[in-house]
């Protein structure tokens, strides 16, 4: 594949192997991420996970808080094509427009399945069985473009979102490289969408990472895997909040009042659904360090908690 010049634009880990793959096959000249909003313990803001990459590479890094009106430092770069993964920011037509190549999206499902910026917790959480990536060209409607290829992988019952996201992340960087020269010599292919089929994975809000127990087992097992580790599922205990991590189905009815505690011991906490005990293993309670049940119980009698219920006040 010929050296073209490259912007690069993503935020997150899930961009890293996709970039790290550009700057072995191509010149990426200017990588563009969201700014820097994580802090540290001292309050220092921490570099993305994309500006560290860079700057170990010694590429310029452009950080603008509304890309819709500062866009004009890319265009000085005059790059070959634009390639977008995770950004977090809507790119502007002028951007779309401009390279020789056009601009690219990596994007985490199998469009026109899951529209937007968490198709990989929303596979999960909807409890889909499959799911993949796509790169396709960008369009000025969210997700919108034309499909130039696609990758497929199945979605374990057990899988969560640290694995699958990591694991796509990679099939992502492969299906970028092993469509790029197509779409250099432009012998890719260009599928419209099927507007029919189009559905959305927008990015969580907080009212989604609520635990509701008056669902089915599977359903509330589906979320927690869906947001695990982050943001995390959550419920309140006595007022506190309960971060929950991982959780099992059984085939054990529930006898209870949805989100009641049925029985707490060293294999996990059975928690009371709309059918089926669900059983939590890894959780954080508010102002403690987040541990195994089998460690939690150390500290605590069981009797104390077991009927008390878990709810979302």
């Known amino acids: ?53 860079a700057e170990k590479h010694n590429i310029d890094v452009f950080q603008p808080n509304n890309i819709k009106e500062e866009y004009n430092k890319i265009l000085t770069y005059k790059p070959d094509i634009i390639i ?19 601009c ?42 034309d ?37 250099i010599d432009g012998t890719n292919k260009r599928i419209k969408q099927d507007l029919s089929a189009v559905t959305y994975g927008l990015n969580i809000t907080k009212e989604e990472e609520k635990i509701n ?26 007022g506190k909040r309960l971060k929950v991590y991982e959780s ?3 085939d054990i009815k529930s006898k209870k009042m949805p989100g009641t505690i049925e029985k707490i011991d060293k294999t996990g906490m059975y928690v009371s659904t709309q059918d089926y005990l669900i059983k939590i293993t890894d959780i954080k309670l508010e102002g403690k360090k987040r541990c195994l049940i089998k460690d939690f119980i150390n500290g605590i009698k069981v009797e104390d908690y077991e009927g008390k219920v878990l709810n979302n006040e």
């Open 1 to 53: 594949m010929k050296k073209i010049k490259v912007v690069f634009m993503g935020t997150p880990t899930f961009s890293v192997p996709i970039l790290e793959a550009l700057i072995e096959k191509t010149d990426v000249v200017l990588v563009v991420s969201q700014p820097d909003k994580e802090r540290d313990r001292k309050g220092n803001y921490l570099p993305t996970p994309t500006k560290v990459l």
């Open 84 to 102: 977008t993964c995770a950004y977090g920011q809507i790119i502007p037509e002028a951007l779309l427009n401009y390279p020789k190549y056009s």
């Open 104 to 145: 690219i999206n990596v994007h985490g499902s199998l469009l026109p399945k899951l529209r937007g910026g968490a198709p990989i917790h929303h596979a999960i959480i909807d409890g889909e069985k499959e799911t993949g990536m796509t790169i396709m060209y960008m369009d000025k409607k969210m997700d919108a473009g």
């Open 147 to 183: 499909i130039i290829s696609q990758a497929k992988t199945t979605i374990d019952d057990n899988e969560n979102l640290d694995s699958l996201y990591e694991r796509m992340s990679y099939m992502g960087r492969d299906l970028l490289i092993e469509t790029l020269p197509s779409i």
């Open 213 to 238: 127990y008056n669902n089915p087992c599977l359903k509330v097992h589906n979320l927690i895997r869906g947001l695990s580790t982050i943001p995390g599922a959550y419920c309140m205990l006595e």
């Open 248 to 250: 099992f189905i059984t």
